[in-house]
T-cell receptor, first 108, second 116 residues
Framework: DAKTTQPNSMESNEEEPVHLPCNHS???????IHWYRQLPSQGPEYVIH???SNVNNRMASLAIAEDRKSSTLILHRATLRDAAVYYC?????????FGAGTRLTVKP | EPEVTQTPSHQVTQMGQEVILRCVPI?????FYWYRQILGQKVEFLVS????????KSEIFDDQFSVERPDGSNFTLKIRSTKLEDSAMYFC??????????????FGPGTRLTVL
């Protein structure tokens, strides 16, 4: 399995930015970096993905290190609804496998 | 917005019984997946399915498990003789294509399987 390392848990205050880190030192040159999240009692859902350049969408931003061995998911203003387990995954033309992820707690 | 659906939402069965979990992937998707999540643990890959055959399976997916796409819309996971340790949330997922750069994977809401 493609291996990533994420903190087990993080806390944030509502309305503040959150930076969720991920190390993927064994990433290959063709693997994309994907972030998914799992809200309580739901299936995982896509957040964002990228290869080398930083990416923005309506949910989040993804900052990718120049050597691609790490990335950071940025939630610009955390809401209570963003409380979830966030998974960083890298893969290409194979099947997506999950690590343990980071459990994000958002405090009002 | 199109979505993956799963039925039932909760299935209770006796140990040793057969269960079939059903999924309807998004209609123009070609790649289908089953994952499971034991309570409090991570999401585990079980099997991928493309072009009416298994593409890849994990060590969890032993002879007790099988998958089928019986009619072009449903995608099923069968557990032949359930064990207590099969109790988990089972998620179906689908993807339009294989290449990860193009394809978001969509997950269903899950079926909670309880084996007594």
């Amino acid at each position: 399995d493609a291996k990533t390392t994420q903190p087990n848990s993080m806390e944030s205050n509502e309305e503040e930015p959150v930076h969720l880190p991920c190390n993927h030192s064994t990433i290959s040159g063709t693997d994309y970096i994907h972030w998914y999240r799992q809200l309580p009692s739901q299936g995982p859902e896509y957040v964002i993905h990228g290869l080398t350049s930083n990416v923005n969408n309506r949910m989040a931003s993804l900052a990718i290190a120049e050597d691609r061995k790490s990335s950071t998911l940025i939630l610009h203003r955390a809401t209570l609804r963003d409380a979830a387990v966030y998974y960083c995954i890298h893969y290409n033309n194979n099947d997506m496998r999950f690590g343990a992820g980071t459990r994000l707690t958002v405090k009002p | 917005e199109p979505e993956v659906t799963q039925t039932p939402s909760h299935q209770v069965t006796q140990m040793g019984q057969e269960v079939i979990l059903r999924c309807v992937p998004i209609s123009n998707h070609l790649y289908f997946y089953w994952y499971r999540q034991i309570l409090g643990q991570k999401v585990e890959f079980l099997v991928s399915f493309y072009n009416n055959e298994i593409s890849e399976k994990s060590e969890i997916f032993d002879d007790q498990f099988s998958v089928e796409r019986p009619d072009g819309s449903n995608f099923t996971l069968k557990i032949r003789s359930t064990k207590l340790e099969d109790s988990a949330m089972y998620f179906c997922a689908s993807r339009k294509g294989r290449a990860s750069e193009l394809n978001e994977q969509f997950f269903g809401p899950g079926t909670r399987l309880t084996v007594l």
